[in-house]
């Protein structure tokens, strides 16, 4: 993903007073980016209480898939996030890991 769409997704994805609808669109759009600035993001909001549920869902989903086609969180990381975004991390590296096999 090039660098100046990334920073557009990590400044939509930051404004609060985006709509939910775009944020979660710029969480899920995210997971193609290799940028550790949209993994730094996509973790603070999967982790933060005040997150709306859709949004901070796809921002664990987009971790799981950015973690399984490079490197995964660390224990400590997967520990902060609330448990809608850590399940949805779980079920995203696992899908990716099924989707790859033999690859």
Sequence with gaps: METWRTEALIALLSDSSAREDE????AMALCASDDPRARAVLLRLAGDPGTEYLVAASAGESLGEIAART???EAAEIALLRPDARTEYHAACRQYSQD????
Aim: zero cysteines; glycine letters at 10%; aromatic letters at 0%.
């Design 23 to 26: 944020r979660d669109d710029a």
């Design 71 to 73: 490197t995964a969180l």
């Design 100 to 103: 790859h096999q033999g690859h």
